[in-house]
């Protein structure tokens, strides 16, 4: 495509625009700027005539806020590859792809995109830290990560017509940015094909009342529709409000209601989730203690009440714990030595934000929840997906994550 034929479609009214981009990654591209709306971004272009470089590249391209169906070609004709694909925050889309040199494989999957605009008065108020995350740029962003990233062709259409899953909640559901923090809710696209979205407006720190403050749900509602799902996960820092009012019984449940009424006047549908268990043994080590109080119970009552589905992610996240055993189930934390991170000269060990291999398990305890419920939409699960139980884990010493080069070693907000 012609650099001139992008920057006339940029300029287009929404309506207008020819909203499919087709990239030949095997022919040299620009570094991304704003004029030329597409290139490559992040980190340095990849040199394209060392056949021995397999280092990461990101490359993004300047589109408005929607769902985008992108098709990637992974492989080369001059190399084997190895190649996971992640967009915006790390949102894992596809994982450890070999590929024999001169083989081809095609994947597709659903981008949202998003922006912190709603309307000429009105913006999502994103924290200070979340400014120069992917997630609320202009530009949809793809990461080429893995031991040897070969990517032959990326295909980028609007799609308006897929059903989308939004996930509201805390930093154990966001699109953690930076490594080695993760959530269930940026692993678990790499489950479904491009017959769903999944837009995670989930943040760390954030209550369901903050949610609502930040005008989060209000973004959500600009583009809600009959057919979408609204999954929602709070209770971590809830529980630590304490103005008149607050409470499980109170606040956290009125908060909630507003979820369901807004939601269901968009003509979509609400599912609940239990918050994830923290990792507090009892004095035995092998029991997992509940430290979220009455939440979780007030947000079953409230489902009840108001017959709204529920996935128990805290039982499952209960489970997983335990099955692990109190040594093991640090390893599906932010628990690392001194010195494992640029910077950090102090042991890691928070019993409360997942790493990779931990988001990716807790995820997989969603979508059986989802499959528990008998979703519709299920219909999207990659051929590869395997029924999953938290009493039988899969090992963590052969998880295999591809790490982003951009880590932080200070810890989300909330706890």
């Known amino acids: 495509m012609k650099k001139q034929i992008i920057i006339a479609a940029l300029c287009l009214p929404l309506s207008m625009t020819a909203q499919t981009f087709n990239y030949d990654m095997t022919k040299e591209q620009p570094t991304y700027s704003d004029a030329a709306g597409y290139g490559y971004d992040v980190l340095p272009a990849p040199n394209m005539k060392d056949k021995k470089n397999n280092e990461p590249f990101y490359f993004s391209v300047k589109v408005p806020d929607g769902n985008y169906k992108v098709t990637v070609t992974l492989g080369s004709k001059k190399k084997a590859g190895n190649t996971t694909v992640r967009a915006e925050s790390r949102r894992l889309m596809v994982e450890n792809i070999d590929t024999k040199k001169g083989q081809l494989v095609t994947y597709d999957f659903v981008v949202a995109k998003r922006s912190p605009y709603i309307n000429d008065k009105e913006r999502v108020k994103i924290k200070d830290r979340e400014k120069g995350y992917l997630n609320w740029d202009d530009k949809l962003t793809l990461e080429f990560n893995g031991d040897a990233p070969a990517v032959s062709s990326i295909k980028i259409e609007r799609d308006d017509n897929v059903p989308t899953l939004y996930l509201c909640g805390n930093s154990t559901v966001t699109d953690q940015n930076n490594e080695p923090w993760a959530s269930w809710g940026q692993m678990i696209p790499r489950w479904f094909d491009s017959r769903v979205a999944i837009a995670n407006h989930a943040e760390s720190g954030l209550t369901a009342r903050t949610f609502l403050g930040s005008n989060r749900l209000d973004k959500i509602l600009t583009t809600l529709k009959k057919g979408d799902y609204v999954f929602c996960e709070f209770g971590h820092n809830d529980e630590k409000e304490h103005r008149p009012g607050d409470g499980a019984w ?48 007030a947000m079953r009552l409230l489902a009840e009440h108001e017959n709204v589905k529920v996935i ?15 040594e ?28 990779t291999y931990g988001a990716y398990e807790v995820a997989k305890c969603v979508v059986m929840g989802m499959k528990e419920l008998k979703l519709p939409f299920l219909n999207a699960l990659r051929q590869d997906w395997k029924d999953f139980s938290p009493s039988q884990p899969d090992d963590w010493r052969t998880f295999k994550w591809a790490p982003a080069k951009n880590a932080e070693i200070v810890k989300p907000d909330g706890n």
């Open 328 to 355: 093991d189930s640090k390893r599906s934390l932010v628990h690392y030595p001194a010195n494992s991170f640029p910077g950090q000269a102090t042991e890691l060990a928070d019993n409360t934000h997942f790493n």
């Open 250 to 297: 109170g606040h956290y449940m009125y908060n909630l209601k507003i979820f369901i009424d807004q939601v269901r006047k968009a003509g979509a549908e609400i599912i609940f989730v239990t918050p994830t268990q923290r990792r507090q043994f009892s004095d035995d080590r092998k029991t997992i203690r509940n430290t979220h109080g009455d939440f979780p119970a």
């Open 312 to 326: 128990d992610l805290n039982g499952m996240t209960k489970t997983f714990f335990e099955t692990l055993g109190y």
